[in-house]
Structure formats: structure tokens, C-alpha cells
């Protein structure tokens, strides 16, 4: 099993940035592919980015193409995405999550999930 902590998050004004962390601790890191996903109030989860085990390959969703970037480090076993461009529309509650199946945009395929961190952009 691997634990997920999520950071980073908070209130920033639109077009400012912010950059999300995500702990892991427990099985080794380097063995899961990873992913971020975003919920925002009535409104599903979302897939925004993910990233292979590696982090050589990347994916992510139309909607944050060009302003966000997923990237790992296995070294200190952390996640990250970098935010750039905030919209008001960004405004959710964002999740890593570990999968131990090749990078996916699919939230079932994924096993574990940290707590979330809130981002909040206003206008």
C-alpha cells in the first residue's frame, strides 16, 4: 500500500499560481503511476493530469492543457502540479492518486487516494 498527503492548496486571485504537492510514504513510490484529479462543489471528479512511473510520459486534460504540469520526483518520493494561469473555473478540491496500472485519465483505475487540498481562485 502507498499513503497520499496533498498540499499546497489555498486562495489565490485569477492569471497567480500555485503548485500542489503529494507525500508518499509506505510501498515504493517509483512502482505507481500517478494522477491528479479535481472536484468542485456539485460537480464530479475530474482527471486533470497523470504521469508514468517514470515521469517520462505525460497526459492531461484539454481543459488545463498549457497552463498546468504534472511532474514527479521518485527521489523524494513526491508529486507535484505546477498551476499557472489560474481560473475561477480551477476552483476545486484537488487529488493525487497512485495506480498500479500504466498512467490513465480513468479514476477507477486508480487504488489510492490522498485527503485532498482545497484551491480556491478568486476573481
Known sequence: QVQLVDTGGGLVQAGGSLRLSCAASGHTFSSYAMGWFRQAP?????FV????????S???????KGRFTISRDNAKNTLY?????????DTAVYYCAATARVKSS????????????????SS
Do not use: C, F, H
Not at 502540479?81 to 473555473?89: G, R, T, Y
Open 42 to 46: 456539485g460537480k464530479e471528479r475530474e
Open 49 to 56: 493530469a497523470a504521469i508514468s512511473r517514470s515521469g517520462s
Open 58 to 64: 505525460t497526459l492531461y486534460a484539454d481543459s488545463v
Open 81 to 89: 502540479l505546477q498551476i499557472d494561469s489560474l481560473k475561477p473555473e
Open 106 to 121: 480513468d479514476s477507477r483505475d486508480y487504488n489510492y487516494w490522498g485527503q485532498g487540498t482545497q484551491v480556491t481562485v
